[in-house]
């Protein structure tokens, strides 16, 4: 396969993937602007419209999407022979790189803690109400630190490119 179709295809995957994930985020923020978690009354009645929606939209594909952004951003810096001097925040790969640190965080936290706990709050694991309220607390917090932290890794992705933050 032509080098430029395979450079072309990472950036449209990272990219699209990016939107899926990062807007995920930011559409959660939109419906619950007062940065309210789930309720008591949501997770004792299963059919409760609201959490319905939420067990539609947040489970799958927004941490699929996730891995699919971080693994094109690594594979695009790997072919233009960047990861290790992003990695190692050596300038001028220093935005790229603090962009890369910050969004493997955000993978993680979206797989190691908001997707466990998760799990409970939509019923996939069995847990007791109370478990249930917890959990929804560390989610809601975990996906809100995901949304914080998209802020400044979208503005290191854009720095690269389009200016920046640090003089090469």
């Known amino acids: 396969m032509d080098t430029e179709i395979i450079d072309l295809s990472l950036r449209w995957a990272h990219f699209a993937a990016g939107i899926v994930w990062v807007g995920h985020n930011y559409a959660n923020v939109a419906q619950r602007?007062?940065?309210?978690?789930?309720?008591?009354?949501?997770?004792?009645?299963?059919?409760?419209?609201?959490?319905?929606?939420?067990?539609?939209?947040?489970?799958?594909?927004?941490?699929?999407?996730?891995?699919?952004?971080?693994?094109?951003?690594?594979?695009?810096?790997?072919?233009?022979?960047?990861?290790e001097q992003a990695l190692s925040l050596d300038a001028p790969f220093a935005a790229i790189g603090l962009g890369t640190w910050i969004g493997t965080l955000m993978m993680l936290n979206v797989w190691f803690v908001l997707w466990p706990h998760q799990k409970k709050v939509l019923g996939f694991v069995p847990a007791s109400v109370e478990e249930r309220m917890r959990c929804a607390r560390v989610t809601f917090l975990s996906s809100r630190t995901n949304t914080m932290l998209s802020i400044p890794l979208l503005l290191m992705m854009a720095s690269t490119h389009h200016g920046g933050l640090v003089a090469g």
């Open 33 to 83: 602007p007062q940065w309210q978690p789930v309720t008591r009354s949501e997770l004792v009645d299963p059919s409760n419209p609201s959490f319905m929606g939420r067990l539609n939209r947040e489970h799958g594909l927004f941490r699929w999407a996730a891995v699919v952004t971080w693994l094109a951003g690594l594979l695009i810096l790997w072919r233009r022979g960047w990861l």
